[in-house]
Every structure is written in C-alpha cells, then in structure tokens.
C-alpha cells in the first residue's frame, strides 16, 4: 500500500510538474529594433519612432535612435504613446540621451503616464560630437504599439558669430547716425 501511495503521489507531483512548467519557462523577449538614424530636416526639426506588432504581451524594447551635431547644438524633444487605455498598447519606461560611447548625457522626464505616456528631454546645449536618444518600455498587451518623438536638434550660434552680428548692428547704427548729421549740417 506505501507503494501505491508513493507511486500516486510521484504521479501527481509529476502531473503537477508538467501542469506548470510552461508558467515557469514563460520568458520576456527583447523585441527592440536596431538602432536607426534620426530624420532632420533642414530646419532642425527631428522625428523618429517605432511601432509593434500584436501578440508581444510582457516583451521588452530599448530603441536607440543616433544623430551627430557638427557644432553646438540645442535639442528639445517630445516623446509619445497614446492607446485607448493604460492597459493596451505599451509603457515608456524610459527616455534618455547618451554619448556615443554610452555615457549618459540626459535623461528624460516623465509629463503623463496612462493612456498616453508623455516624456521630454531638452533645453540642453550639446557640443559637437555623436548622440543617440533611447526609448525603453515594456508591451502591457498584445494588441500591438507605438511610440513617436518629435522635436527639434537645431544649431546654436557661436559666441564668436553673435559678436560679429553685434559689432555689424553697431556699424550700420553708425553710419546711420553720420548721414544724419550730415543732412542737418
């Protein structure tokens, strides 16, 4: 009978083992995209993103999104996600800037959280140099997602090149006033 009793719980543990194994295993894939260039366009503006098939419920993202600044540059940029409610479509975690060789520069802040997740990041003078922007979050269900920032990444004028535009002003100041003088004289 000890036997019976053995055999009966070993099969139950081993049903029980079975049952739940694949809770156990259940594992989080990174379903992040290889890092892409940020569009610029002329005037500065910047716009980049990302968007996610169904069924990656729980899977995780860290998007890098790379741009290069020839001379000192101001960034300002808006990050968003909007779905129908906070329990579809996907969380930003995260919104940062870093160096090239991944130090990081800036990170991000958190305006809204929900059904529409809102993150800025900027007012900041960049040196010349390579950057790259990254969006990490998580899928919270598997009706699919997407992400979109928007901003700007636009020179700064150099000291130097305000000087000039000053010293310019002051000249043209000057021989207005002369010819002004000149007249009444």
Known sequence: MNKQIRALALSVATVAAVTLAPVAQATVIDISSAPSAITLAPNGSAHFGDKFKANLKNDTFADQFTFTTAGTTK???ILTSTS????NGLNITGFSLY?????LAMAGTQVLS????KWTLGDASLA????YVKVSGNMVSNGGGAFAGNGTISAVP???GLAMLFVGLGLIGLVKQRRQSTRFA
């Open 114 to 117: 929900g059904a529409t997740d």
């Open 75 to 77: 960034l300002d940029l």
């Open 99 to 103: 160096k090239a060789n991944g130090a």
């Open 158 to 160: 150099e000291p130097e």
């Open 84 to 87: 129908t409610s906070a329990l």
């Open 128 to 131: 010349a140099g390579s950057y």
